[in-house]
């Protein structure tokens, strides 16, 4: 089944090679690196890595992936420039800094949050970078060697209740860049654009209430849909049109993370929020009822499935592993610190760093919790880790005020 799913999300775009990492969760949108691939387990500030290079600027995008360049987005609060960074893939040496914005950030965003948050999406022919600015999400494309193409204010953004900055990161599938605005105001929806022009083809409209979640790329009787939690509700839309295709009510008011999937199940799994706490499995085909649910909070982060098995990280730092077909508890194990990163999966191993840089891997097994290591960088981490050439590539910060660094590491040799 994972294979028709690969085909499947492979025709919705330009042709991406298979070692790329073209945009959040990955060429096949579950945080899942290619089968047979390898990453190491162990590493540190002086051993375990190919090469180091500061960034500048603050930012909680993944490094994605496309050919020879890493491409990451960043922040200058002091001068409110907003940019696009493109890194040599080998060496880690900074090609350019493409500024995107200057001036006109929000007044307010959450302390734990950047102007610079969502993840680069590519087609294999462009990459597209999404910023909160000036009361819009703004969609820019370039050229793979950073080049500006176009630059349209593709959804507004005016939240009036909380003011917390931007989350959800764009979406290359069927042909269409996908953005996902949600606030408590006039516009909200999810909008797709031609990747080659920028032109608007298709609005969805959506509840008028914040919520901060990327669609999912969820595929469902050989066809995909786009899939999301938040304002009380699960809802798929039509990747190509736009057309609503089902909702069912669940959820709660406000969600982060990206929905999961466990395709022979025919279910799709969910967690979040606020005000509530939830953690749910729905049926991607009618009757769309709940199939288990339970109280468990995966605010920011997202879920990760593997083998029929449900696996996360909650907020308070407890690992879990749920049996995906009924939610029955196979396991808990406190990890601890806070968590904004997902969980990335290579081979038989499970990847999570939390919010004050420390990776743990531990083995995706229903059977047991079995930590392999604990492993520190810097002092925080807010990106999720990108797997791939048998290496991770890793964001993080050192230090902190005005002694900030932020860092882009390839681990492994």
Not at 123 to 141: H, I, M, T
Not at 283 to 290: A, G, K
Not at 362 to 373: K, N, S, T, V
Request: charged letters at 15%.
């Amino acid at each position: 089944m994972r294979n028709l799913m690969v085909i499947g999300l492979a025709m919705m775009a330009s042709v991406v090679a298979a070692e790329d990492w073209p945009q959040w969760r990955g060429p096949t949108a579950d945080n899942h690196a290619a089968p047979g691939a390898t990453a190491p387990s162990e590493w540190s500030e002086t051993s375990g890595l190919r090469w180091r290079t500061a960034i500048p600027g603050r930012g909680h995008s993944s490094p994605t992936v496309v050919a020879e360049r890493i491409y990451l987005t960043t922040a200058d609060e002091p001068t409110q420039t907003q940019s696009l960074l493109i890194l040599d893939r080998s060496t880690g040496a900074l090609l350019k800094t493409q500024r995107v914005h200057q001036g006109n950030f929000p007044a307010e965003i959450h302390p734990s949050n950047t102007h610079a948050s969502p993840t680069v999406a590519s087609d294999g022919e462009r990459v597209f970078a999404l910023f909160y600015n000036d009361g819009s999400a703004w969609l820019s494309a370039f050229t793979l060697a950073g080049e500006p193409l176009w630059s349209v204010p593709a959804a507004p953004f005016k939240p009036q209740q909380y003011t917390f900055g931007f989350g959800s990161s764009p979406r290359v599938v069927a042909g269409l860049v996908v953005v996902s605005s949600e606030f408590d105001g006039t516009g909200s929806g999810i909008y797709a654009f031609d990747p080659a022009t920028g032109k608007q083809v298709w609005r969805a409209d959506r509840p008028e209430s914040l919520s901060y979640s990327t669609p999912s790329l969820v595929p469902v009787a050989g066809k995909v849909q786009l899939m999301l939690t938040g304002n009380r509700q699960v809802a798929a839309y039509d990747p190509a049109s736009g057309a609503p295709l089902w909702s069912q009510p669940g959820t709660t008011r406000a969600t982060c993370g990206t929905m999961v999937w466990e395709e022979g199940l025919g279910l799709a799994m969910g967690s979040g929020g606020y005000p509530e706490s939830f953690t749910l499995a729905i049926r991607t085909t009618p009757p769309h009822d709940v199939v288990w649910e339970n109280r468990i909070k995966c605010y920011e982060q997202s879920l990760l499935v593997a083998a029929g098995h449900v696996y996360c990280v909650a907020d308070n730092g407890v690992a879990y592993c749920w049996r995906a077909a009924d939610g029955k508890e196979l396991w808990k194990q406190r990890l601890g610190g806070r968590y904004s990163s997902s969980p990335v999966l290579v081979g038989d191993k499970i990847y999570v760093t939390n919010e004050q840089g420390t990776t743990f891997v531990f083995r995706a097994d229903p059977a047991a919790f079995e930590l392999l290591a604990e492993n520190q960088l810097g002092t925080s981490g807010y990106a999720t880790l990108t797997p791939l050439d048998g290496k991770l590539y890793h964001r993080y910060a050192s230090g902190d005020g005005p002694e900030r660094q932020e860092y882009l590491v390839a681990i492994g040799d």
